[in-house]
C-alpha cells in the first residue's frame, strides 16, 4: 500500500518564477494539507483540501494556492518566488479531514536562487 | 512568543538511557497532542497521539499532557541509536486537521 506520494523531490527555481508541486494522498485518504518546513523549524500549516475546496487555511499569502482534484490528489502552487520560499513542502493526507491517520510524504525540497 | 515552544537541542544521550522531551504551548484551546519523528530528508511519522490531559503509552515511549501547565512530554526508554532524530510536537484545537507544530529537538544517541 503506497503511502503519500509527493513530486519533484528536489526542484531548483529562480526568484520570481513559479512553482506547482504535486501530492498523491495514501489510498482511502481524502483530505490533504500542505505544510513548509523551513531549515531548522517545524512545518507550518499552509492550507487544506478537502472535497475539492480550500477548508482550511494558515498565514500564507495569496501567492500560494492550491488545487483538489476528483482523485483526491493536490497540487500547490507558488507564484513569484523569492528567497524565503525556500523549504521543504510537505504534503500530508488523512481520511475524512480529522487527524487519525493523518500521514506525511517525504516532501519537496524546493531552492530558491 | 511563539504558540509552541520547544527547545531545539541537540540532546545527546548514551545508548539505553532515557530520553526526556517536551514543549510548552500558550493557546488553551488546544485539545490534540501528538509527538512526531522525523528522520534527516524524510516527513514527520507520528509516535503518539493523545487527546486532552493524562498519560499515553505504547512500547518504549510514553506521552503526558499537563492541560493546566500547558506542558507536554514524550519519554523514549531503553533508548537506540537509531531514536536518533529529530523529534517534534504538534497540537491542534479540533480533530480537523491544522497542525501546530514546535521547532523540534534534534536527539542523538550515542552507542
Redesign the interface.
Same mark, same amino acid.
Given at each position: 500500500d503506497a503511502g503519500?506520494t509527493q513530486s519533484p523531490t528536489h526542484l531548483i527555481k529562480t526568484r520570481g518564477q513559479q512553482v506547482t508541486l504535486r501530492c498523491s494522498p495514501k489510498s482511502g485518504h481524502d483530505?490533504v494539507?500542505w505544510?513548509q518546513q523551513a531549515l531548522?523549524?517545524?512545518?507550518?500549516?499552509i492550507f487544506?483540501y478537502y472535497e475539492e475546496e480550500e477548508?482550511?487555511r494558515?498565514n500564507f499569502p495569496d501567492r500560494f494556492s492550491g488545487h483538489q482534484f476528483p482523485n483526491y490528489s493536490s497540487e500547490l502552487n507558488v507564484n513569484a518566488l523569492w528567497l524565503g520560499d525556500s523549504a521543504l513542502y @510537505?504534503c500530508?493526507s488523512?481520511p475524512g /479531514?480529522?487527524? @487519525?491517520g493523518?500521514?506525511?510524504?517525504? /516532501?519537496t525540497?524546493l531552492t530558491v536562487v | 512568543q511563539k504558540e509552541v515552544e520547544q527547545d531545539p537541542g541537540p540532546l545527546s544521550v548514551p545508548e539505553g538511557a532515557i530520553v526526556s522531551l517536551n514543549c510548552t504551548y500558550s493557546n488553551s484551546a488546544f485539545q490534540y497532542f501528538m509527538w512526531y519523528r522525523q528522520y534527516s530528508r524524510k516527513g514527520p511519522e507520528l509516535l503518539m497521539y493523545t487527546y486532552s490531559s493524562g498519560n499515553k503509552e505504547d512500547g518504549r515511549f510514553t506521552a503526558q499532557v499537563d492541560k493546566s501547565s500547558k506542558y507536554i512530554s514524550l519519554f523514549i526508554r531503553d533508548s537506540q541509536p537509531s531514536d536518533s532524530a529529530t523529534y517534534l510536537c504538534a497540537m491542534s484545537p479540533d480533530s480537523w486537521g491544522k497542525l501546530q507544530f514546535g521547532a523540534g529537538t534534534q536527539v542523538v544517541v550515542t552507542p
Open positions: 503519500v483530505t494539507s505544510y531548522g523549524q517545524g512545518p507550518q500549516f487544506q477548508r482550511q494558515g @510537505l500530508a488523512s /479531514g480529522g487527524l @487519525l493523518y500521514t506525511f510524504g517525504s /516532501g525540497r | -
